[in-house]
């Protein structure tokens, strides 16, 4: 993991922001996906938002930096994006789903039954190639959550971000695996009504 060193170590000295108290606090925690959405304040204006993604994250990265970055921020919410670059890295579908597992249990140990989002693995051009992989984590995670995390919501992007079946160019920069603007907007309308929604209304 020393190679996310220097990115974590920046983040993890940077000021932590005083709570806003007329607002609840959300990190967003995850890969570059979620490390270059330049817009979340402007995008979650009734949020306070804290994000702590750092580029080429791996969900195994995730979980082993998680004591180092997460606990001093005090979420009320959680937003978790990662298992795309685990995937990627050759890791196994049900290698990514121990890592989520690890993951929740880390959130659990640190804050209780807070409200958690995890999106689901996006599709993306440069990937397609990852597709069944992709598909088959989604669904074993998505499994999870439904029968043991009453406190998790998983957000489903993979097949809003298709059309006639593959990842839509439209929702993707050059590279063909990050996020253009209207990408980001088309996240920003699924997670706001997934779960945002629901995690701004309740007491």
Same mark, same amino acid.
């Given at each position: 993991?020393?190679?996310?060193?220097?990115?974590?170590?920046?983040?993890?000295?940077?000021?932590?922001?005083?709570?806003?108290?007329?607002?609840?606090?959300?990190?967003?925690?995850?890969?570059?996906?979620?490390?270059?959405?330049?817009?979340?304040?402007?995008? $979650?204006?009734?949020?306070?938002?804290?994000?702590?993604?750092?580029?080429?994250?791996?969900?195994?990265?995730?979980?082993?930096?998680?004591?180092?970055?997460?606990?001093?921020?005090?979420?009320?919410?959680?937003?978790?994006?990662?298992?795309?670059?685990?995937?990627?890295?050759?890791?196994?579908?049900?290698?990514? $789903?121990?890592?989520?597992?690890?993951?929740?249990?880390?959130?659990?140990?640190?804050?209780?039954?807070?409200?958690?989002?995890?999106?689901?693995?996006?599709?993306?051009?440069?990937?397609?190639?990852?597709?069944?992989?992709?598909?088959?984590?989604?669904?074993?995670?998505?499994?999870?959550?439904?029968?043991?995390?009453?406190?998790?919501?998983?957000?489903?992007?993979?097949?809003?971000?298709?059309?006639?079946?593959?990842?839509?160019?439209? $929702?993707?920069?050059?590279?063909?695996?990050?996020?253009?603007?209207?990408?980001?907007?088309?996240?920003?309308?699924?997670?706001?009504?997934?779960?945002?929604?629901? $995690?701004?209304?309740?007491?």
């Amino acid at each position: 993991m020393f190679w996310y060193n220097d990115d974590v170590t920046s983040i993890e000295n940077q000021l932590v922001k005083l709570k806003d108290e007329n607002k609840k606090r959300i990190v967003f925690y995850g890969s570059s996906t979620l490390r270059l959405w330049s817009t979340l304040e402007s995008d $979650f204006p009734e949020l306070d938002i804290v994000n702590l993604a750092f580029g080429g994250s791996t969900l195994a990265a995730c979980c082993w930096f998680f004591k180092r970055l997460i606990p001093a921020h005090a979420p009320d919410a959680m937003v978790v994006y990662a298992g795309d670059n685990d995937l990627g890295d050759g890791r196994h579908p049900e290698e990514v $789903f121990l890592f989520f597992k690890n993951m929740m249990a880390l959130i659990e140990e640190y804050f209780g039954d807070i409200p958690v989002a995890f999106v689901s693995v996006k599709p993306s051009l440069s990937r397609q190639y990852l597709a069944d992989s992709i598909q088959y984590t989604n669904k074993i995670i998505k499994d999870e959550i439904d029968s043991v995390h009453p406190n998790c919501t998983f957000v489903p992007v993979y097949n809003e971000m298709l059309v006639n079946g593959l990842p839509d160019s439209r $929702f993707y920069q050059a590279d063909g695996l990050h996020l253009s603007e209207e990408g980001y907007q088309i996240w920003k309308t699924i997670l706001q009504d997934k779960f945002l929604f629901q $995690f701004t209304q309740s007491d």
